[in-house]
Nanobody
Framework: QVPLVESGGGLVQAGGSLRLSCAAS????????MAWFRQAPGKEREFVAG????????SYADTVKGRFTISRDNAKNTVYLQMNSLRPEDTAVYYC???????????WGQGTQVTVSS
């Protein structure tokens, strides 16, 4: 297992910005396609954004396209999510993990809470 630690969440007003970080320890994630997911209260965890191991390809959920940007620094073993123009519906706990089939997922971290007030 590769411990994943998400950070950078907080309370922000609608229209504001946050930058999330996902740091891995103990083992490199530099060869993995990584992704951010989020889970709002009473809802299932959903895909937000993904990035190929070398950063050459990124993908986004339609709900965040044009507002969020995923990036990575393999030298720091870290993945980022820049979130701009935040909306109340972006409120959720945000997690990172591999973008892969369930059996190959890394252990889920504790996530980081993002709360957007209207």
């Amino acid at each position: 297992q590769v411990p994943l630690v998400e950070s950078g969440g907080g309370l922000v007003q609608a229209g504001g910005s946050l930058r999330l970080s996902c740091a891995a320890s103990g083992r490199t994630i530099s060869t993995y396609t990584m992704a951010w997911f989020r889970q709002a209260p009473g809802k299932e965890r959903e895909f937000v954004a993904g990035i190929r191991w070398n950063g050459s390809i990124t993908s986004y959920a339609d709900t965040v396209k044009g507002r969020f940007t995923i990036s990575r620094d393999n030298a720091k073993n870290t993945v980022y999510l820049q979130m701009n123009s935040l909306r109340p519906e972006d409120t959720a706990v945000y997690y990172c993990n591999r973008r892969t089939v369930t059996r190959n997922l890394l252990g889920w971290g504790q996530g980081t809470q993002v709360t957007v007030s209207s």
